[in-house]
C-alpha cells in the first residue's frame, strides 16, 4: 500500500517529534514553511531495512538516522551491520535489505561481468578519502631507513612503496612470501593498495579465470580478511600489513601492534570510496522513496562535513549498533588528524569527507576509474572499446536521481545552488595520484596503456 505524504500529515508529525524534544533542531514554523514550498513526495515504501559494515565512512547512514533525517522524508529505517562485504551485496541482490553502503567497485562489477551479476544503482556517493596502508611493526623498522626524514627528523609524507621494496626482498630471500590484506576483490583498498604497490615498480599480481586471487605474477601476496578483522590478522602474523578504513588502521596505533605508512588521500587526492546502492528493480518500482532516500543521505553528508559536528559524529559512531570502536579511536582520524607512529599525529583536515568538493554526487567518472582498475588487474578479461565504459557505467551511476532529490532540497532550503555542480557526470583530467599519472575519464584506454605493470589494450583493435 503506498503511503501519501501530504503537508498536512508531514507538519503533524515533524511538529510532534519538535514538541516531543526529538532529533530535529528546527522549530514548527520552520518545518510548516518548508513543506509549504516543497512537494510532497508519494513514498512507495516507507519501512526500510539498510545494512553496513562497521566503519566510519557509513557515517550518513547513522547520521540520518539518528538526526532524523529519514523520518524527514516520510521513511521508517533500521540500519543494520553486517558480516562482510559479500554478506552485504548477496543481501542487496536478494531482496533482504532495501539498500546498503557498500564498496565502490560492488555495483559496478556486478554490472561488469566480474563475480556475482545484477543490476544495482548507486545515486549517492558517501564518501572520500578515509583508508590508509598499515605494516607492521617489525615491517616499518625495515621500512623506516628508507624513509626521507625533515627537519624535525619525522618521516617525510607521502611515504611511497620504494622504501618496502627492499623489505619485500628481504622476506623473499630468507623463504617467506611478502603477505598483505585487503577487504575484497573489488574494493578501493584493493586497487588502492596495487596502485601504490605498483607505482614503486612492485607487481601486485593479475587475475585470469583461473586465478581469482589476482597473483598471477605477484610478488606481494594479497588476500581478503574482513575490516574489522585486519589488526587480529596483522597482530597474529598472518599479514604484514594491509589496506582498510578506518579505524582500523587507527586501532593498530592505540594497539601499538603497527604503523600507517600512507593514507588513500596521498594515493588519490579526494578519491571516492564507499556508494549508497539500491537495486535496479527497487529503483524502478519506489522512485519515489528512492529520492527520498538520497535526499536524506545528502543531508547527513552535509552536516557532517558542517563545522562542529564531527565530535558528536564520533559519539553517535561508537554506539555499539554502528561502529562501536572507542571515541579516542574514531577521533583520530574522524577530527581531522591521523597518527602515523604513535605521538605522530598530523592534521588532515581532508581524511574523511562527507560533502565537501561535491563528495555525495555519483561522478560517471569516479565510477570509471574502478573499471580502468579492473581491465588493468584482470578482472575484465577482454578488451574493451571507450565507449564501453561511458555507457557501462551510465548503467550504474544515477545522477538524475542524485539531482532530484538535490533539487528538492534546494527548493526546502537545506541546499544552496552552489550545491549543485553543473556538469556532464565527468571531472576535468588530474594528476592528483602518487605517481603523477593523469586520468581522463573520457580516455580510459589511454589511461591504461600508461601503466607500466598491467594489462594493456591494443588501440588498433578498438
Not at 626524514?149 to 611511497?160: A, C, Q
Not at 528493480?281 to 543531508?299: D, G
Amino acid at each position: 500500500m503506498k503511503t501519501n505524504i501530504t503537508k498536512f500529515s508531514s507538519l503533524l508529525i515533524l511538529a510532534a517529534l519538535v514538541a516531543c524534544g526529538g532529533k530535529k533542531e528546527k522549530t514548527a514554523g520552520d518545518v510548516a514553511q518548508a513543506i509549504d514550498t516543497a512537494p510532497a513526495l508519494e513514498i512507495e515504501k516507507p519501512q526500510l531495512t539498510f545494512g553496513f559494515i562497521k566503519l566510519t565512512d557509513m557515517a550518513p547512514l547513522a547520521i540520518a538516522k539518528e538526526k532524523g533525517f529519514f523520518e524527514d522524508e516520510g521513511l521508517f529505517v533500521s540500519v543494520e551491520a553486517q558480516s562482510n562485504w559479500k554478506n552485504v551485496l548477496d543481501r542487496v541482490i536478494d531482496g533482504q535489505l532495501d539498500g546498503s553502503h557498500m564498496l565502490a567497485g560492488q555495483p559496478i562489477a556486478a554490472g561488469a561481468g566480474f563475480g556475482r551479476q545484477a543490476e544495482l544503482v548507486t545515486p549517492f556517493s558517501m564518501d572520500l578519502n578515509g583508508n590508509g596502508i598499515t605494516v607492521s611493526n617489525d615491517v616499518w623498522s625495515k621500512m623506516k631507513p628508507n624513509v626521507p626524514t625533515g627537519d624535525d627528523g619525522k618521516p617525510v609524507h607521502p611515504i611511497k612503496a620504494d622504501a618496502l621494496k627492499p623489505v619485500i626482498s628481504e622476506y623473499k630471500n630468507s623463504g617467506k612470501p611478502f603477505k598483505m590484506g585487503m577487504v575484497f576483490p573489488v574494493s578501493t583498498h584493493n586497487y588502492e593498495i596495487r596502485y601504490w604497490l605498483a607505482a614503486a615498480g612492485i607487481h601486485p599480481g593479475l587475475y585470469t579465470a583461473d586465478n581469482v586471487q589476482g597473483q598471477i605474477d605477484a610478488e606481494v601476496l594479497l588476500s581478503v580478511t574482513p575490516p574489522p578483522q585486519m589488526p587480529a590478522t596483522l597482530e597474529a602474523g598472518t599479514i604484514y600489513g594491509y589496506c582498510v578504513g578506518e579505524p582500523w588502521n587507527q586501532q593498530a596505533v592505540f594497539k601499538g601492534i603497527g604503523v600507517p605508512v600512507t593514507t588513500n588521500y596521498d594515493i588519490w587526492k579526494n578519491n571516492p570510496e564507499k556508494v549508497f546502492v539500491m537495486t535496479k528493480k527497487f529503483v524502478e518500482e519506489n522512485p519515489n522513496t528512492a529520492v527520498a532516500v538520497t535526499k536524506a543521505l545528502i543531508r547527513a553528508g552535509k552536516w557532517l562535513d558542517e563545522p562542529g559536528n564531527r565530535a558528536e559524529a564520533v559519539k553517535i559512531l561508537s554506539m555499539p549498533q554502528y561502529v562501536g570502536a572507542d571515541e579516542v579511536v574514531l577521533a583520530n582520524s574522524m577530527t581531522g588528524t591521523f597518527e602515523f607512529e604513535k605521538g605522530d599525529k598530523r592534521a588532515m583536515p581532508d581524511f574523511n569527507v562527507f560533502f565537501k568538493y561535491n563528495a555525495t554526487y555519483p561522478f560517471y567518472s569516479d565510477g570509471i576509474w574502478f573499471l580502468t582498475q579492473m581491465r588493468r588487474w584482470g578482472q575484465i578479461p577482454e578488451s574493451k572499446p571507450a565507449a564501453w565504459y561511458d555507457e557501462t557505467i551510465k548503467d550504474i551511476y544515477r545522477p538524475d536521481i542524485w539531482k532530484k532529490a538535490a533539487e528538492a532540497l534546494l527548493t526546502e532550503g537545506h541546499l544552496s545552488s552552489g550545491d549543485i555542480p553543473a556538469t556532464d557526470g565527468y571531472k576535468p583530467a588530474t594528476t592528483d595520484f602518487i605517481d603523477g599519472k593523469t586520468y581522463d575519464a573520457k580516455d580510459p584506454i589511454g589511461y591504461i596503456n600508461s601503466f607500466k605493470i598491467g594489462n594493456k589494450e591494443d588501440d588498433s583493435s578498438l
